[in-house]
Nanobody, 122 residues
Framework: QVQLVESGGGLVQAGGSLRLSCAAS????????MGWFRQAPGKEREFAAG????????YYADSVKGRFTISRDNAKNTVYLQMNSLKPEDTAVYYC???????????????WGQGTQVTVSS
């Protein structure tokens, strides 16, 4: 089992920045690729960013490419999502998740955090 706890969400004005963190415990963190997903009210959960076990490969949804950066610190068992130039449409609950096989489909991910709310005001 892997336990994931997100933090860092909040209310920010459009154009602002937030950094989300996801702390992992349980099994060896570096054995898992990690992803950030988000879910806005009335919408399906969507992939935002993913990172390989070593951190050497990253992937982004087109909607966040160039604005969001995913990174990880395996020594600290933590994955981050730096979000810049935030837009009102980025408003959602953000979830981190762990997987054996990195991809953009939520069904690939076995372990999930409880989510953290990000609200971007216009």
């Amino acid at each position: 089992q892997v336990q994931l706890v997100e933090s860092g969400g909040g209310l920010v004005q459009a154009g602002g920045s937030l950094r989300l963190s996801c702390a992992a415990s349980g099994r060896t963190f570096s054995n898992y690729a990690m992803g950030w997903f988000r879910q806005a009210p009335g919408k399906e959960r969507e992939f935002a960013a993913g990172i390989s076990r070593s951190g050497g490969r990253t992937y982004y949804a087109d909607s966040v490419k160039g604005r969001f950066t995913i990174s990880r610190d395996n020594a600290k068992n933590t994955v981050y999502l730096q979000m810049n130039s935030l837009k009102p449409e980025d408003t959602a609950v953000y979830y981190c998740a762990a997987t054996d096989f990195l991809g953009s489909s939520w069904s690939r991910y076995d372990y999930w955090g409880q989510g953290t709310q990000v609200t971007v005001s216009s």
